[in-house]
């Protein structure tokens, strides 16, 4: 085994034990009770965070429900939405100033942002619902999958595009046999992008949500500042889980079909 | 006339790319138009394909103005300077590709496809993905996949021109041979001189947005824009 080998594989392995390392320490957390400094290990370990939060009052399951249901809107109607709006922005004669406009909401944070629109989506008794949240996170996911695929719909996808039709092929027909087959695996990464995007976000939440709507991560928020670190750590294993399983998912069959 | 082109102009911005292009063409013979890159002739062959718009002029196919018909409905194929196979699809559904949008019974299509891929040599390749074959059978396919519809009018544009010199020669002569066999009609637009003299039956030439078709060879070969002469003594004094 070669030195260059070696080292490549300890680098690999560090990177592994840096990145597993805190999502053990928080499964770790999260089945402790009574963890006072000096002791190295909690005095108990148990399943009571688990199951009272989960089956007590601790409402973690409906919150990750809104979560799920909030995140899963979000990136449906952004994927689809973005892949449709963005073919007609990369062919359209002021394609520049169309792109421009969709950096508008990264331009400020999504705090401000959120402020900036509050007035109105409380004219359209937007706030404190699940709609209201969908509608707020699309504003940041739309344009951002709007962006993704802009670079999707080149010259050479236009050519498929034209072949198709001078082979008796509508533009419905090209998009359901060519366009969606070779977009797929993009398609399927915005997705996921876009999942991760809304089920992490806080700020536009909190403010459009009026707190009213507990999503996992503002849960997660509301235990860190109770204090209470075990159930913080539980929220936040739940927290993590739909995105290792979209990322196994990706791994398993996105890259694998791609090779 | 087969196919009829009358006074087709076209503007990009203030750009004039067309300028005034008639011409006609009669069934089963194919056209060269040879000129250089950026003279207009791959957008004339776009507008005839009902893929870009003329500003002014028609189009006439078979006595029919089709001007304002829509490109999936001309049953004009345009072939691109690339092969452009779905990646998605393997060489058999490639050339299946016309007949499935026409819901032909899958009977029928295997039975033509099958035909086509003898006619083309391709027989051994037909599960393989685009990638997994080479340029020339790339374009062999693309061949296929256009003449297994019969459409009246075929559009090359530049079909040979990302092969190398050995393959083009060899498709080259393919092209000859299908356009016998089917009787194909088409407009074969080329930069190269040769093979503007090889593929056509007619030749013309296009420069700065006009058209001019040459009544033989030998008129074609003494203009002197074509460049056929200097190219002539070229070799002569080498």
């Given amino acids: 085994m070669s030195t260059t080998f070696k080292k490549r594989n300890i680098l690999l392995w560090l990177l592994a034990i840096s990145f597993i390392t805190p999502i053990i320490t928080l499964f770790f957390l999260s089945f402790s009770k009574n963890w006072r400094f000096p002791a190295i290990l909690p005095q108990q370990f148990t399943f009571e965070n688990w199951s009272y939060l989960f089956f007590s009052g601790g409402n973690i399951a409906p919150s990750f429900l809104i979560s799920l249901v909030i995140a899963l809107s979000v990136a449906l109607f952004a994927t689809l939405l973005g892949f449709i709006t963005s073919k007609y922005i990369a062919y359209h004669k002021y394609r520049k100033k169309l792109l421009m406009l969709t950096y508008f909401p990264f331009a400020l944070s999504p705090v401000i942002f959120a402020l900036c629109l509050k007035y109105y989506f409380i004219k359209m008794s937007l706030t404190g619902n699940v709609q209201g949240i969908i509608l707020a996170q699309l504003i940041i996911a739309f344009p951002y999958s709007v962006i993704f695929f802009t670079g999707f719909w080149n010259q050479r996808i236009k050519q498929y595009e034209d072949l198709v039709s001078t082979l008796g092929g509508t533009t419905s027909y090209a998009f359901r046999k060519i366009v969606m087959p070779i977009a797929k695996s993009l398609i399927l990464v915005c997705f996921f992008q876009c999942f991760l995007i809304s089920w992490f976000e806080f700020g536009l939440t909190s403010i459009i949500g009026y707190g009213k709507v507990e999503t996992l991560t503002i849960k997660v928020y509301q235990f860190i500042t109770e204090a209470n670190i075990f159930y913080a750590a539980l929220s936040c294993c739940l927290l993590i889980l739909p995105p290792v399983i979209l990322l196994w998912f990706n791994k398993k069959f996105i890259i694998q079909q791609a090779k | ?238």
């Fill in chain 2, 1 to 238: 006339m087969f196919l009829q082109i009358n006074h087709i102009q076209k503007k990009y911005k203030d750009k004039l790319v067309i300028q005034d292009v008639s011409f006609g063409l009669e069934a089963h013979q194919t056209l060269s138009i040879l000129g250089k890159s950026g003279c207009g002739k791959s957008t004339l062959l776009k507008i005839i394909a009902g893929i870009e718009e003329q500003n002014k002029g028609d189009v006439f196919l078979n006595e029919k103005n089709i001007s304002n018909i829509n490109s999936n409905e001309r049953n004009i194929v345009y072939l691109f300077q690339e092969p452009l196979l779905f990646p998605n699809l393997n060489v058999f559904e490639n050339i299946a590709f016309g007949l499935r949008i026409r819901k032909l019974a899958s009977a029928d299509v295997e039975q033509k496809v099958e035909q086509m891929l003898e006619s083309l040599e391709l027989k051994d390749h037909d599960k393989k993905m685009p990638h997994q074959i080479s340029g020339g059978q790339k374009q062999r396919v693309a061949f296929g996949r256009a003449l297994i519809i019969n459409p009246p009018l075929i559009l090359l544009d530049e079909p040979f021109s990302s092969l190398d010199v050995e393959t083009r020669a060899t498709m080259q002569q393919l092209y000859k041979t299908i356009a016998k066999k089917f009787n194909i009609t088409a407009l074969f637009v080329t930069h190269d001189l040769k093979e503007a003299l090889l593929m056509g039956d007619k030749i013309s030439y296009m420069d700065k947005g006009l058209l001019e078709i040459f009544d033989s060879k030998k008129d074609f070969i003494e203009a002197d824009k074509t460049g056929v002469k200097s190219e002539i003594e070229f070799w002569n004094n080498l």
